[in-house]
């Protein structure tokens, strides 16, 4: 499609060629669906930085574009009277990610003039949710009662339909925007109190049995999201929304997606999966959509499955699936026994050191020197803050940021503004090359490890605790060195003492994902 090849041209420029997964997409997702044909179903896994997105976006959008016409007159006899009916939907597992797909998808599409919308920014209005008097909100507060004259309601004024082919959010975001905002509020509150020892585990069985007294009625909003329309569903990081922490959300959603298309399939409890490879005792699940995961990994469990219930799939793979890019190298450096933030404080030196050699060789000018920025991945939000705090008292200013940062609320990923890869221009001004005015180094927890595309000026990974796992090692590692750009990861351990046997293995292993 013209129209979209000159916007992947203008973001990659003329040059660019595709990568493995790349081509593999173009060869198999391109062509065009028959009528009573069975939908896509599509595994794309390939190393981090290989253009993942760029695979599953540009089939997507061509389709969208090229049915838009015959499938607004069926919108048109199918309409629902919900604000939002898209047509495409994009999960993925942090609102980080949404927001820095659902930009590169309108810089895909803007010439072909596709609707793209990002569930995880601030672009909802800020109208009164629920209309009626103040004493009549008190008694529904306090008096725990139904109020039968449904004044409490969504106000119509502010829900007007807006447009959408394609929206892009996490599973738990747009749970909420289809079932309505606080469906799960009840829960949740049961869970948290569990979770801060205000309800035994017998009192919640007695509540489910009618026996305790009714809890207080939770406020439940309109849906603003129809899922009849929905052509297209990829699931981003994929071995993360498969995983226990997601799958439950991810499942119950596509599920709702099946349902509302009128071909519902069964949403198996989670500790009703089959944990084994067992074709038998499995049911196999067929989506009436298209259905695309795309993962760097595929650990154990999602291989199992996918093999269970959806063995019509098709995996596509790279060559380099389960390994680092060829652009990054890794380094293993020791501690000194002493302050473990000091002597990340002085690798982090050692590296711009290293930026003023090459400028000194380099430099035309006398312009100051480009600093590198890095990324710090550590296991705990404590050891985040602890060592953030350490850096910004030595001068070095940092961005700490952990599930719960308060900057993670604002709607928009500016609280990462000079380190995500961005198309706008590149901040100029004093003090923009100062690592003690603007920050340079960026402290988080594998909550940033997964799919985002970070800025070429971060050539330098840190990873300060030893990983948990090797899947969970590739996805911090693979921050740097995308795209063919080159980087390094630096793995800090033990080389003496206790320890020194676990900094052994992790050598090992890292070598055998470097080959």
Same mark, same amino acid.
């Given at each position: 499609m013209p129209g979209l090849l000159q916007s992947l041209q203008e973001t990659l420029g003329n040059d660019a060629t595709p990568t493995a997964i790349q081509a593999l997409s173009t060869k198999n997702l391109f062509r065009d669906r028959v009528e009573g044909e069975r939908y896509k179903e599509f595994l794309l896994a390939s190393e981090t930085g290989s253009g993942k997105s760029i695979a599953y976006l540009l089939p997507m959008l061509q389709d969208l574009k090229r049915t838009e016409h015959e499938q607004s007159d069926a919108i048109s006899q199918h309409s629902t009277p919900k604000p939002l009916n898209p047509r495409a939907l994009v999960l993925a597992p942090t609102h980080e990610l949404t927001r820095q797909l659902a930009s590169f998808a309108k810089n895909l599409s803007h010439v072909i003039k596709l609707r793209v919308m990002c569930a995880s920014k601030a672009n909802t209005t800020s109208a009164a949710k629920f209309s009626g008097t103040a004493s009549k909100m008190k008694e529904k507060f306090e008096g725990g009662g139904a109020v039968s004259d449904?004044?409490?309601?969504? *106000?119509?004024?502010?829900?007007? *339909?807006?447009? =959408?082919?394609?929206?892009?959010?996490?599973?738990? @975001?747009?749970?909420?925007?289809?079932r309505?905002?606080?469906?799960?509020? /009840? /829960?949740?509150?049961?869970?948290?109190?569990?979770?801060?020892?205000? =309800?035994?585990s017998e009192d919640v069985k007695d509540a489910d049995e009618g026996i305790k007294e009714a809890s207080r009625e939770f406020w439940v909003d309109e849906p603003e999201m129809g899922l009849e329309n929905v052509q297209w569903v990829v699931v981003d990081e994929a071995d993360v929304l498969f995983d226990p922490d997601f799958q439950e959300s991810t499942r119950m959603l596509l599920g709702d997606i099946a349902a509302a298309r009128g071909s519902p399939v069964p949403v198996i409890p989670s500790s009703a999966l089959s944990p084994t490879p067992d074709s038998e005792a499995t049911t196999t699940i067929s989506y009436p959509f298209n259905f695309l995961l795309t993962s760097a990994t595929i650990p154990t469990s999602l291989a199992t499955y996918l093999s269970n219930y959806h063995p019509s799939l098709t995996r596509l793979a790279s060559p380099r699936l389960h390994h680092l890019p060829p652009t990054l190298r890794t380094e293993h450096t020791s501690w000194t026994g002493g302050n473990k933030n000091a002597d990340i404080e002085r690798r982090i030196r050692r590296v711009w050191a290293e930026d003023a050699l090459v400028h000194s060789k380099t430099a035309t000018g006398s312009g100051p020197v480009k600093l590198s920025k890095l990324l710090v991945f550590c296991n705990k939000r404590s050891k985040v803050e602890q060592l953030a705090a350490f850096l910004d008292g030595r001068g070095i200013k940092c961005v700490a940021l952990t599930g719960g940062a308060e900057t993670r609320k604002r709607g928009s990923n500016h609280h990462l503004d000079?380190?995500? @890869? $961005?198309?706008?221009?590149?901040?100029?001004? +004093?003090? =923009?090359?100062?690592?003690?005015?603007? +920050?340079?180094?960026?402290? $988080? $927890? *594998?909550?940033?490890s997964r799919g985002l595309d970070f800025s070429p000026m971060i050539k330098h990974v840190f990873i300060v605790d030893e990983p948990r796992n090797m899947i969970d090692f590739l996805h911090r590692a693979g921050r740097a060195g995308r795209a063919g750009e080159a980087g390094k990861v630096v793995v800090f351990g033990r080389a003496k003492g206790r320890g020194s046997g676990r900094t052994e293995e992790v050598k090992e292993k890292v070598r055998a994902v470097a080959g």
């Open positions: 449904g004044a409490f309601v969504i *106000s119509k004024a502010s829900r007007g *339909s807006r447009p =959408v082919d394609l929206l892009v959010g996490t599973p738990m @975001k747009l749970l909420e925007m289809e309505g905002r606080g469906w799960n509020w /009840e /829960e949740r509150a049961r869970e948290r109190a569990m979770r801060i020892g205000k =309800v035994k000079g380190f995500l @890869k $961005t198309g706008g221009p590149v901040l100029t001004g +004093p003090g =923009v090359c100062d690592p003690a005015q603007t +920050p340079h180094v960026l402290v $988080t $927890t *594998s909550l940033l």
